[in-house]
């Protein structure tokens, strides 16, 4: 059980459109989720915590109208990348948490991550 | 704010052999759960083993297992009869009162044959 799908694994685009990143949770309702960015060998920072009906809460130097995120459902979360530019190329991870029991331990469960290169 | 750090960019370890890697962590919090992640080349992330900051006793699952040290904010990783598919990037892991994950920068983790 615990499987967040992401979707799509890989996009190109070219400057100036917007991009649409799907993370569902397959097994399990979500109450939270959360997105991630990767750049090539660095770890993840967390760019924001997305709660189901509820507006998502930005980490710092975040831009909230660059990264639109909107959590609908218990299922489903998107990160919409608005008018992309190259250095918005990055690695771009989701997870979820929200099993009963889970949530108390803190569990994140992640998705297989979107490579996004903006040319 | 906490902060997690881990000392060692990368490691090496023979197969079968045994590997620690270090993570040390910084929080005034008293309730937390600290994680080891792997993340293969493929990218997934891979729950590797977690500990609350409440139990004494040390997590183990399988041939993984951790040493904490509560009051040394210290939270090792030990990789027993290391396998070929055991190499990854390992990332550590805190988690508090705010549920979100804060990472330490990952261990490169490298099995020769």
């Known amino acids: 059980g615990a499987v967040v799908s992401q979707h799509p694994s890989r996009v190109i685009c070219k400057s100036g459109t917007s991009v649409k990143i799907e993370c569902r949770s397959l097994?399990?309702?979500?109450?939270?989720m959360f997105w991630y960015r990767q750049f090539p060998k660095q770890s993840l920072m967390l760019m924001a915590t997305?709660?189901?009906?509820?507006?998502?809460?930005?980490e710092q130097g975040v831009e909230k109208d660059k990264f639109l995120i909107n959590h609908a459902s218990l299922t489903l979360s998107t990160l919409t990348v608005t008018s992309a530019h190259p250095e918005d190329s990055s690695f771009y991870i989701c997870?979820?948490?929200?099993?009963?029991?889970?949530?108390?331990?803190?569990?994140?469960?992640f998705g297989a991550g979107t490579r996004l290169s903006v040319l | 704010a906490q902060t997690v750090t881990q000392s060692q960019p990368e490691m090496s370890v023979q197969e079968a052999e045994t590997v620690t890697l270090s993570c040390t962590y910084d929080?005034?919090?008293?309730?937390?759960?600290l994680f080891w992640y792997k993340q293969p080349p493929s990218r997934q992330m891979i729950l590797v083993i977690r500990q609350e900051a409440y139990k004494q006793q040390n997590a183990t699952e399988n041939r993984f297992s951790v040493n904490f040290q509560k009051a040394a904010k210290s939270f090792s990783l030990k990789i027993s009869d290391s396998q070929l598919g055991d190499a990854a990037m390992y990332f550590c892991a805190y988690s508090g009162s705010q549920g979100n994950l804060i990472f330490g920068k990952g261990t490169k983790l490298s099995v020769k044959p």
């Open positions: 997870s979820a948490s929200g099993l009963a029991g889970d949530i108390a331990k803190n569990i994140q469960y």
């Open positions: 997305s709660n189901e009906g509820s507006k998502a809460t930005y």
């Open positions: 929080t005034s919090e008293s309730d937390y759960y």
């Open positions: 097994d399990f309702q979500a109450t939270t």
